[in-house]
Nanobody, 120 residues
């Protein structure tokens, strides 16, 4: 199994910044597709950002404010969130999808999530 653990959530004021971290286990982390999702109260889960080995994709709602990055040496992906708005309040979850060199190729692994609250 691939273990996925998020950290870094908390309470922040509108306009503030927060950085989330996600560590995923496995020797082939560099080939994983890593994604951040979020689910706000009463809403469906939505994709926020995705990073493959070479490509990065953002949801329109966060473009220009959020940055996803990865440190393959640390098996870690980050989500830097700037200019936060109240509508960014949600549980943020990390998804790991191992690549073809992993015995878990094609499967999805999720962390438990970390709560981000944007409020004054």
């Amino acid at each position: 199994q691939v273990q996925v653990v998020e950290s870094g959530g908390g309470l922040v004021q509108p306009g503030g910044s927060l950085r989330l971290s996600c560590v995923a286990s496995g020797a082939t982390f560099s080939t994983y597709t890593m994604s951040w999702y979020r689910q706000a109260p009463g809403k469906e889960r939505e994709s926020v950002a995705l990073a493959t080995g070479s490509d990065i994709i953002y949801a329109d709602a966060v473009k220009g404010r959020f940055t996803i990055s990865r440190d393959n040496a640390r098996n870690t992906v980050y989500l830097q969130m700037n200019s936060l708005k109240s509508e960014d309040t949600a549980v943020y979850s990390c998804n790991a999808r191992p690549g073809r060199w992993s015995p878990y190729y094609g499967r999805d692994f999720w962390g438990k999530g970390t709560l981000v609250t944007v409020s004054s």
